[in-house]
């Protein structure tokens, strides 16, 4: 079973802890010995996810939407993105050089089409720019992939 990862960043510490717990309980529901998490990698449910596969005994298939992708990230997710990194059985890449919005949005695509189901960090909102959670979930909706919500009763960002 592949599971793709997307999802809002930069949540409140309230909402992060939620959603951790809802993320992880999803993710438990799976074999781990047939779990793939297909991830960006990026800080916030892109790791959380793929950490929880790998803590459960799945494997990480690593997503880099660009050449500069993980100097875009925050600096201090860096040794979290390099750990996971050095843990993925697989790396695919877009083979874009720039990392903005389309190159994210190309990277949503690869999880998108690598994955059996997506998991969606997801608040309903539309997204705040080009390539965000809305347009993941939408794109995966139009794929015919299916798309599971994690998200908070009453939670906002």
């Known amino acids: ?8 960043r930069g ?23 047939r ?3 297909v991830s960006c990698i990026a800080d916030g449910p892109d790791t959380w ?5 790998l803590r459960l005994g799945g494997r990480l ?3 880099i939407p660009a050449d500069g992708y993980r100097e875009s990230l925050p600096e201090e997710h860096h040794p979290t993105y390099d750990r996971l990194m050095d843990s993925a059985s697989e790396i695919h890449h877009t083979g874009l050089a720039q990392s903005d919005s389309a190159a994210h949005m190309a990277g949503s695509e690869i999880v998108v089409g690598l994955a059996d189901e997506v998991l969606a960090v997801w608040d309903g909102l539309p997204a705040w720019g080009y390539g965000g959670t809305a347009d993941v979930v939408e794109y995966a909706k ?6 599971r919500i994690i998200w ?4 906002s960002r």
């Open 49 to 53: 996810a793929a950490q929880e596969v």
């Open 11 to 33: 949540l409140r510490p309230e909402v992060e802890a939620q959603v951790r717990t809802l993320l992880a309980a999803e993710i438990q529901q799976h074999d781990p010995s």
């Open 142 to 147: 139009r794929q015919g992939v299916p798309v």
């Open 1 to 8: 079973m592949r599971i793709g990862i997307t999802g809002h």
């Open 152 to 155: 908070p009763n009453g939670a």
């Open 35 to 37: 779990l793939i998490c």
């Open 61 to 63: 298939e690593a997503v």
